[in-house]
């Protein structure tokens, strides 16, 4: 069953940079799917943040468009998530997802663990 | 923009019902989906497409929808469903919305 893992530093200064990885397992990234990132401030709920499809294609929460990049690595089987211009409010503890996707609705299963980034200086 | 409410919190005693509803904001309303999130764990999938309900996911989990309200059925609750519910669907532009969340009790 398809595993998925975040890395990535957890501690980012403002204005910096927050970056992070995805790696999943027990699923191949080429064969299908969308890929995505949610991420969840302390005490606060659910933000997506955007999804990637195996091939490249791309698309973001427009709150968050001009700040996010999301890449994928097939060969790396994994995919990674850029937020520029971080701030006090991008902190927050960032999961990715598989994102199950039609052209009229979708969904997120399963989640990796989630990992808890914060901005500070 | 698109939203989805939530009542905040839900108190329910063992082996009763709890529902959760979460209310969008305008038409159309497309599919929800509801995730169980206990404290400190990653969020996990119980029902999809409005009403149907993953592998592995007891029957005590159901869904429904009305209009442009979806609601979480818990029936014959259980001390291990205290945790926080999130619906989910998505805007006409494709933009994937969470609800506000429900913390659901069970006392």
């Known amino acids: 069953q398809v595993q998925l893992q975040e890395s990535g530093p957890g501690l980012v200064k403002p204005s910096e940079t927050l970056s992070l990885t995805c790696a999943v397992s027990s699923y191949s990234i080429s064969s299908g799917y969308y890929w995505g990132w949610i991420r969840q401030p302390p005490g606060k709920g659910l933000e997506w943040i955007g999804s990637i499809y195996h091939s490249g294609g791309t698309y973001y929460n427009p709150s968050l468009k001009s700040r996010v990049t999301i890449s994928v690595d097939t060969s790396k089987n994994q995919f990674s998530l850029k937020l520029s211009s971080v701030t006090a409010a991008d902190t927050a503890v960032y999961y990715c997802?598989?994102?199950?996707?039609?052209?009229?609705?979708?969904?997120?299963?399963?989640w990796g663990q989630g990992t808890l980034v914060t901005v500070s200086s | 923009s698109y939203g989805l409410t939530q009542p905040p919190s839900v108190s329910v005693s063992p082996g009763q019902t709890a529902r959760i509803t979460c209310s969008a904001d305008?038409?159309?309303?497309?599919?929800a989906y509801w995730y169980q999130q206990k404290p400190g764990q990653a969020p996990v999938l119980v029902i999809y497409k409005d009403n149907e309900r993953p592998s592995g996911i007891p029957e005590r989990f159901s869904g429904s929808s009305s209009g442009t309200t979806v609601t979480l059925t818990i029936s014959g609750v259980q001390a291990e469903d205290e945790a926080d519910y999130y619906c989910?669907?998505?805007?006409?532009?494709?933009?994937?919305?969470f609800g506000t969340g429900t913390k659901v009790t069970v006392v």
């Open positions: 989910q669907s998505a805007d006409s532009s494709g933009t994937y919305v």
């Open positions: 997802a598989r994102h199950i996707a039609t052209a009229v609705t979708g969904w997120f299963d399963p």
């Open positions: 305008a038409l159309p309303k497309q599919y």
